[in-house]
C-alpha cells in the first residue's frame, strides 16, 4: 500500500475490533509490552494496529507483533484521523510514552468519535511548557512512570483520580493498567455516539415517537412494523410449540438438525447465510444493520430502545423496499435486562435463548451456543477466528445468564451443544437437582 493512501487514513485493514497504539520511541512500545501481552491473553479476538514515526521502531514492532499492522501515523489532519479511526474500527486509543511528542489531532478525533483513550507510561520532558496539552482533557486515564511524572500531569490539567503510577515492567502496573483498559473495550461506542450528536439524538427521539402513534404506525407498517409484547410476537409466529434456537457456533450444523422437526426457527445475525443451510429463520436476533439490510422475511428481534431508535432512522431515512419487522426486548420485561444485570451485555445467543424461553413453548431445542469451546472453532469451517469471546462480552457473566435463562424454562429442553449441556448439568448437579437429557426425536423416528 501507498505511503499517500497510509498516512491519508485510507489503510487497507480487515480487522473487527482494535486496539491502536502511538507512540514515538522504540523505547515506547518496549515499555508496553506487558500490557499489550495480558491484553491478547485476556481478549484473543482483538486485533492491533501499531503506528510510530521512527521506522526502526517499526521494524522492531513488526518482528515483536507479526500478526499485527505497522504504519506510520496519519498526518497531522482531522480528516486523516477520522479515516483512521473509521477504517480500522479503533476499540482504544493507547498513547505511549512523551505526552509533549503526542501529536494532539490524534486524541482529540478520538473523542470526538467516543474512542476511549488511555495514555500509557506518560511521563513529560524536564524543562517544557504546558503548552498544547489541553488534549491531556481527551484521556480517561494516564498512567505515569513516576511520582513526578504523575504531578507534572495533574499540574497540566489532568485529575488527580485519572493518574495511577503504574511501574515499568510491574505485575502490578500491568493489572492495574488491564482493570481501567478493559472495561473500556467493552463500551457500545455506536450507542455513545448516537447520545453525543444533537442532531442524531432528536432524530431518533422522533422516530421512536412516531412508534408509539397508532395513526402513524399504521402509516409506516410500508416501511416498519414493531411486535410490541411477547403475547404479540407468540401470536406471530403461530403459537410453536417447538422452537429451535440456532446460535453460529459449529454444532448449528449437526447432522441432528436435519431431519429435526419444529415450528419457528430463532437465529442470531446473519453469518449463517453463505453457508447454506436453515436459511429462513423466523426471527433473527441482531443490533447490526447489515443483518437488516441481508435478512428478508424475518423479524427482528434488537436487544435495547437506544439500539431501536438508532436503527429505525436509518430504516426510516433510507431508500429501502419492503417493510421490516421487529420487536424491542426491554419492552417485554426479560430478566437479563434487569437491576441485577445492569452493567452486563448479553450476547445476541443468550437474548435469543431468554425469548424462547420467556414464551414457553412445549419443546425447546438449542445448538450453534458452544461458548466458544468447540474444538471445531468459532464457527462451521472458520479456522481463522479465534475461539473466544469478544470484547464487550465477558464469558462468565454469558454463561450465567445463560444458565438463569434455562432455569426458566419449563418444557422438553434439548440441547445440542456440547459444552452448554455440560454446563448445564454442572448447574442443576450444584443445587442438587437431577439432570435427565431430552430423546432427540427426529423426523426419522
Known amino acids: 500500500m501507498s505511503g499517500w493512501l497510509i498516512r491519508s487514513g485510507h489503510i ?6 482494535t486496539v491502536w497504539l502511538h507512540g514515538t520511541e522504540k523505547s515506547d512500545f518496549q515499555a508496553a509490552v506487558p500490557l499489550v501481552r495480558a491484553l491478547q491473553t ?16 517499526r521494524d522492531w514492532l513488526r518482528a515483536e507483533y507479526p500478526n499485527a499492522v505497522v504504519t506510520p501515523p496519519p498526518w497531522s489532519l482531522a480528516y486523516c484521523v477520522d479515516r483512521f479511526l473509521v477504517n480500522i474500527n479503533v476499540r482504544c486509543l493507547l498513547l505511549l510514552g512523551d505526552v ?5 489531532v490524534i486524541p482529540r478525533r478520538a473523542k470526538n468519535r467516543e474512542v476511549p483513550t488511555v495514555a500509557v507510561f506518560a511521563r513529560r520532558s524536564a524543562g517544557k511548557a504546558d503548552d ?31 493518574v495511577t503510577l503504574a511501574k515499568l515492567g510491574d505485575a502490578a502496573g500491568v493489572a492495574a493498567m488491564s482493570a481501567v483498559v478493559e472495561p473500556l473495550l467493552m463500551r457500545d461506542l455506536k450507542i455513545l455516539r448516537s447520545k453525543a450528536r444533537a442532531i442524531r439524538r432528536r432524530l431518533e427521539a422522533a422516530a421512536l415517537w412516531c412508534m408509539d402513534q397508532p395513526r402513524l ?52 445475525n446473519h453469518l449463517w447465510l453463505k453457508r447454506g443451510f436453515l436459511l429462513r429463520p423466523d426471527v433473527v436476533f441482531t443490533g447490526s444493520k447489515a443483518s437488516l439490510a441481508v435478512v428478508k422475511g424475518a423479524i427482528f428481534g434488537l436487544q435495547s430502545i437506544k439500539s431501536e431508535s438508532r436503527l429505525l432512522v436509518t430504516r426510516l431515512l433510507g431508500f429501502t423496499t419492503g417493510s421490516m419487522r421487529y420487536m424491542t426486548l426491554e419492552r417485554f420485561d426479560l430478566f437479563l435486562f434487569r437491576e441485577e444485570w445492569r452493567g452486563v451485555r448479553p450476547t445476541n445467543g443468550a437474548a435469543m435463548l431468554a425469548t424462547a424461553v420467556a414464551l414457553q413453548p412445549k419443546r425447546l431445542v438449542v445448538a450453534g451456543i458452544d461458548l ?4 471445531a472453532g468459532s464457527y462451521p469451517g472458520d479456522e481463522k477466528t479465534p475461539n473466544a469471546y469478544s470484547p464487550g462480552h465477558a ?29 448445564w448439568r454442572e448447574f442443576k448437579s450444584a443445587r442438587g437437582d437431577e439432570f435427565r437429557p431430552q430423546l432427540r426425536e427426529t423426523a426419522g423416528d
Open 100 to 104: 509533549e511528542s503526542i501529536d494532539p
Open 395 to 423: 464469558a462468565e457473566s454469558e454463561l450465567a445468564l445463560l444458565m438463569q435463562a434455562l432455569d426458566r424454562y419449563r418444557g422438553e429442553l434439548v440441547i445440542l451443544s456440547s459444552a452448554l449441556e455440560e454446563n
Open 42 to 57: 485476556r481478549y484473543q479476538r482483538l486485533d492491533y494496529l501499531f503506528t510510530c514515526p521512527d521506522a526502526e521502531a
Open 132 to 162: 498544547g496539552l489541553a488534549w491531556l482533557g481527551a484521556c480517561e486515564h494516564a498512567f505515569a512512570a513516576s511520582q513526578d511524572a504523575g504531578r507534572a500531569l495533574v499540574e497540566a490539567g489532568l485529575p488527580d483520580a485519572a
Open 372 to 375: 466458544f469451546s468447540h474444538p
Open 12 to 17: 487497507a485493514f480487515d480487522g473487527e475490533r
Open 217 to 268: 404506525c399504521r402509516l409506516l407498517a410500508f416501511k416498519v412494523q414493531r411486535v410490541d409484547t411477547l403475547e404479540a410476537l407468540n401470536e406471530t409466529l403461530g403459537r410453536p410449540e417447538t422452537i429451535l434456537c440456532l446460535g453460529n457456533g459449529p454444532s448449528s450444523e449437526s447432522q441432528e438438525l436435519r431431519d429435526l422437526k419444529f415450528d419457528s426457527l430463532f437465529r442470531v
